[in-house]
């Protein structure tokens, strides 16, 4: 079955960095496009960012333009979201998100992680 | 930017009763909708895609109209485990999710 497995989750302080994980299985990778969405604590749904299927395209959300990088490494099944220069207002539960449609991206999501939970706070 | 409003933003039913979710997009996203459901505590689940494509293993009582700029989610017959908080988004121009609704008991 499909499962999707984040890490690297904290309490940082603002101004620094993280770097969240996402590793994949029971699903072939490299075909799907993947997605981080995040949800700051009792607020809604914002997409953060999206990386296609072969790592070649790369979109993000304004809000995180030139602070967020998406990464990905087919050969690992793993998906990476790098956080720089992290504000109060990153605080939030990051979920990884398979793009439903196989190749191209669609934009909506069929499975999920559990989440990983950062928390940006001096 | 494609801002997604969803009303109410809070529901009180009953188990039995038909639930109407409705989604209004800032310009029109054709059929490219999306809803989904989540707890407290999970991550969300995809219930109905393109507007009206009911996601497999959802049940039937979940469908989904509309198309342009309004759309509606429905619960035909409320049951226990639909007690959760609903979201739409739009997926004609990146992503972009309503602000939920959430569906309580009364």
């Known amino acids: 079955q499909v499962q999707l497995v984040e890490s690297g989750g904290g309490v940082v302080q603002p101004g620094t960095s993280r770097r969240l994980s996402c590793v994949a299985s029971g699903f072939t990778f490299s075909t799907y496009a993947m997605h981080w969405v995040r949800q700051a604590p009792g607020k809604g749904l914002e997409w953060v960012a999206l990386?296609?299927?072969?790592?070649?395209?790369?979109y993000y959300a304004d809000s995180v333009k030139g602070r967020i990088s998406i990464s990905r490494d087919n050969s690992k099944n793993t998906l990476s979201l790098h956080m720089n220069s992290l504000r109060l207002e990153d605080t939030a539960v990051y979920y990884c998100?398979?793009?439903?449609?196989?190749?191209?991206?669609?934009?909506?999501?069929?499975?999920w992680g559990q989440g990983a939970l950062v928390t940006v706070s001096s | 930017d494609i801002q997604m409003t969803q009303s109410p933003s809070t529901l009180s039913a009953s188990v039995g009763d038909r639930v109407t979710i409705t989604c209004r997009a800032s310009?029109?996203?054709?059929?490219?909708l999306a809803w989904y459901q989540q707890k407290p505590g999970k991550a969300p689940k995809l219930l109905i895609y393109?507007?009206?494509s009911l996601e497999s293993g959802v049940p039937s009582r979940f469908s989904g109209s509309g198309s342009g700029t309004e759309f509606n989610l429905t619960i035909s017959s409320l049951q226990p485990d639909d007690f959760a908080t609903y979201y739409c988004?739009?997926?004609?121009?990146?992503?972009?999710f309503g602000g939920g609704t959430k569906v309580d008991i009364k």
């Open positions: 998100a398979r793009d439903k449609v196989i190749i191209n991206p669609s934009y909506y999501f069929d499975y």
């Open positions: 990386i296609s299927n072969d790592g070649s395209n790369k």
């Open positions: 310009q029109t996203i054709y059929r490219w």
């Open positions: 393109k507007a009206s």
């Open positions: 988004q739009q997926y004609n121009s990146f992503s972009t």
